[in-house]
């Protein structure tokens, strides 16, 4: 099947944006805390999370203003501050549901079931039903002219683990976690380990480190 | 566990380079194909790729210049086009290869034994073995100042699919097409879907559309 961008055009709008949302593969599921200088607290789940660096610790996220995100870009905007946490199995329905477009008085935390924990002195909530979870100091938000989505740049300044997650080398287990991906705009999947591969090297064939 | 600034500025090196890729949570995995005005053909894994918008369609991807990557990045500015292809199953152990070091004039599609395709009269090379590939025009490189990468910008021309893969809703099938997720560095993992989900609404729980 070939769509080009004329195609692409006539899909109805629907269609087409489940088809472009599923073209960039599997995504990230977490869930964004912030706490408006009001007090009023907002979760979001937001699938466009990705590594930015590793020194400095920085990580990236797309925001869409127009969107049920508009609070969450308000509040980390307002305070600089704001946590990612992986959404895992356990808590798909209510990550999900965190998307729905509720009040600006309304805490999704509040709505959906899941507690704020507020830890090491830092202003945004976690949550507490999560196994990996970021405090994130934000470094700068950058509106993107080409379709006005909004670029947010965040410093890692903690990082909570589950007790057993982390190997020897720093790599965090995240299948073991539970820490689903996404598809599309409304797919969530489990996963299974194909295997860890040795760093490559032009002079030797792609090995396994584990299964 | 946890881990703050200080705690992880102190890590060894490749210990903190581990743990912050992990991060993330699952990312894509693709390959990005490239081709030189002089006809140098390139192929790199990117770990990066994120969904931007759905009308315009555009994509993003963070590429690190001083890096593997930095051929990518050169041929996609000189020729303002570059293919992205979902990685599955039957071919990881090529993907991930291609993240070695190789010579400028080595194609990595040579070393690495994954075949191009050329196809409506799209100047850069396709993954033959793929079967999610789009074929992209690029609007934007911007440095970000905060570590020196490049996000690039880029609008979705072509779209190639497998067939079978699309939904009557515009959905499309990653997982039935094999293609994988990443996570951290090196661990590349299958995924079994646990749902779809409804567009969730205030006034009612969240509901599965299927298993």
């Known amino acids: ?9 006539s899909l109805p709008r629907q269609t087409r944006v489940n088809l472009i949302n599923s073209l960039s593969g599997f995504k990230s599921a977490n869930l964004i805390g912030t706490r408006a200088t009001s007090g009023q607290e907002n979760l979001a789940i937001v699938s466009s999370c990705f590594h930015l ?25 307002e305070t600089g501050c704001y946590t990612i ?23 999704e935390f509040d709505a959906v079931g899941l507690n704020t924990e ?8 976690f949550v507490h039903e999560a196994r990996i979870r970021l405090g994130m100091k934000l470094m700068e938000t ?15 300044e903690h990082v909570l683990l589950a007790e057993g997650l982390m190997e020897d ?6 299948e073991q976690a539970g820490t689903v991906a996404l598809s599309g705009l409304d797919s969530y999947h489990l996963t299974r380990r194909e295997g860890r591969w040795q760093y490559a090297k032009p002079d030797r064939p792609a090995t396994k480190i584990s299964d």
């Open 142 to 156: 950058q509106e993107l002219a080409v379709n006005g989505t909004v670029l947010v740049i965040g410093a890692i």
């Open 53 to 77: 660096g590793a020194d400095p610790a920085l990580m990236g996220m797309i925001i869409r203003p127009h969107s049920v995100d508009r609070h969450t870009l308000e509040y980390l905007q």
């Open 169 to 174: 080398d720093g790599y965090v287990d995240v």
């Open 118 to 125: 507020y830890c090491h002195d830092f202003a945004a909530p």
């Open 85 to 107: 946490n992986h959404v895992h199995q356990d808590i798909i329905a209510a990550a999900h549901q965190t998307s729905a477009r509720y009040p600006q008085d309304v805490s």
């Open 1 to 9: 099947m070939h769509f080009n961008t004329q195609d692409l055009d």
